[in-house]
């Protein structure tokens, strides 16, 4: 169950309306690595999770990444102040009133129109939120290592948001945001690696045979490192087909009365290569035109024969 504070998780302050600023925070609004779609990602984890520390975690996690959204649409409200009363109350002349909502040069007069420079759950191009963003597998080890990319990706969305703006009170906000994706991540990989038996994801082990070899699939020189070493892997500098020892064609087991379908098919549908059949574009082709120099060094062009 959850209550509503009417208070903010962190105080923000907003010197003056921008537009164009509140159109771009929507990227953490509804777009693929925003607030919204992180708590709907960890709600779902842990509500399906049996492990009662990490479900906790995913939990409370999932409750702050709401109220982060809270902080998130707060601002894009309170940039588009301005914007909304003008637009409302139609007080300022049409050109005026149409600067204002495009200066920036990109999609904010939308945001202004569309939805009453309210926050909408689109990213900052518009796309409508989709469930999609979710990328929840249902096996801890492997969630929780999306968990930690999905941070560091909305991490960098806020730095990139950070270098967009001079206004100390949404830079401040930003920096807030940001770090707290830091502290999450650091949770994630302490509830990754207090799982014993962590990788690779799932119960099967991997293949013995394949499982430490690396396949060179580059042409020309190429750069050695630990991701391909002679200490970590098997390195196989020309590998050809097929690695596994057999002929590397596909083949497949048919009943005998499948397989005379699908002969009689064969040979019904088979191309002759002996022929050379005259068709549409053969009809309806128009001969090349050659280009022949004349004095003056003016190509004359005249068809082909």
Same mark, same amino acid.
């Given at each position: 169950?959850?209550?509503?504070?009417?208070?903010?998780?962190?105080?923000?302050?907003?010197?003056?309306?921008?537009?164009?600023?509140? #159109? !771009?925070? =929507?990227?953490?609004?509804?777009?693929?690595?925003?607030?919204?779609? +992180? $708590?709907? @990602?960890?709600?779902?984890?842990?509500?399906?999770?049996?492990?009662?520390?990490?479900?906790?975690?995913?939990?409370?996690?999932?409750?702050?990444?709401?109220?982060?959204?809270?902080?998130?649409?707060?601002?894009?409200?309170?940039?588009?102040?301005?914007?909304?009363?003008?637009?409302?109350?139609?007080?300022?002349?049409?050109?005026?009133?149409?600067?204002?909502?495009?200066? #920036?040069? #990109?999609?904010?007069?939308?945001?202004?129109?569309?939805?009453?420079?309210?926050?909408?759950?689109?990213?900052? $191009?518009?796309?409508?939120?989709? +469930?999609?963003?979710?990328?929840?597998?249902?096996?801890?080890?492997?969630?929780?290592?999306?968990?930690?990319?999905?941070? $560091?990706?909305?991490?960098?969305?806020?730095?990139?948001?950070?270098?967009?703006?001079?206004?100390?009170?949404?830079?401040?906000?930003?920096?807030?945001?940001?770090? @707290?994706?830091?502290?999450?991540?650091? &949770?994630?990989?302490? +509830?990754?690696? &207090?799982? @014993?038996?962590?990788?690779?994801?799932?119960?099967?082990?991997?293949?013995?045979?394949?499982?430490?070899?690396?396949?060179?699939?580059?042409?020309?020189?190429? /750069?050695?490192?630990?991701?391909?070493?002679?200490?970590?892997?098997?390195?196989?500098?020309?590998?050809?087909?097929?690695?596994?020892?057999?002929?590397? !064609?596909?083949?497949?087991? =048919?009943?005998?009365?499948?397989?005379?379908?699908?002969?009689? /098919?064969?040979?019904?549908?088979?191309?002759?290569?002996?022929?050379?059949?005259?068709?549409?574009?053969? =009809?309806?082709?128009?001969?090349?035109?050659?280009?022949?120099?004349?004095?003056?060094?003016?190509? #004359?062009?005249?068809?082909?024969?």
């Amino acid at each position: 169950m959850f209550r509503h504070v009417k208070k903010l998780q962190y105080t923000v302050r907003v010197s003056e309306p921008n537009p164009g600023l509140a #159109n !771009l925070l =929507l990227e953490q609004f509804g777009g693929p690595q925003g607030e919204l779609a +992180a $708590a709907c @990602r960890y709600f779902t984890q842990g509500l399906g999770d049996d492990d009662p520390g990490r479900k906790d975690m995913l939990m409370d996690i999932a409750t702050e990444e709401l109220s982060h959204l809270e902080i998130i649409g707060s601002l894009v409200g309170m940039l588009n102040k301005g914007a909304k009363g003008d637009l409302a109350e139609g007080t300022e002349k049409e050109g005026e009133l149409y600067r204002t909502i495009t200066g #920036n040069g #990109n999609d904010s007069h939308l945001t202004s129109l569309l939805y009453g420079g309210g926050p909408a759950l689109v990213n900052s $191009a518009g796309v409508p939120w989709t +469930a999609a963003y979710i990328d929840t597998i249902g096996e801890v080890t492997a969630d929780l290592r999306s968990n930690i990319a999905a941070e $560091a990706r909305a991490k960098i969305i806020y730095e990139r948001l950070i270098n967009l703006t001079d206004d100390v009170g949404v830079k401040d906000a930003l920096g807030f945001l940001m770090t @707290r994706e830091v502290a999450h991540q650091i &949770s994630f990989e302490k +509830a990754l690696y &207090s799982i @014993r038996n962590n990788f690779p994801a799932g119960k099967l082990p991997p293949i013995e045979q394949y499982s430490t070899v690396y396949f060179n699939m580059s042409e020309g020189d190429d /750069m050695r490192g630990s991701w391909n070493s002679d200490e970590n892997f098997t390195y196989v500098a020309d590998p050809q087909p097929a690695v596994d020892g057999g002929d590397g !064609l596909a083949s497949v087991q =048919l009943p005998s009365s499948q397989k005379a379908n699908l002969d009689s /098919m064969i040979a019904r549908t088979a191309s002759d290569p002996s022929v050379n059949p005259v068709t549409g574009t053969d =009809l309806g082709s128009v001969p090349p035109i050659e280009n022949e120099t004349v004095s003056g060094n003016t190509p #004359n062009q005249k068809p082909i024969k």
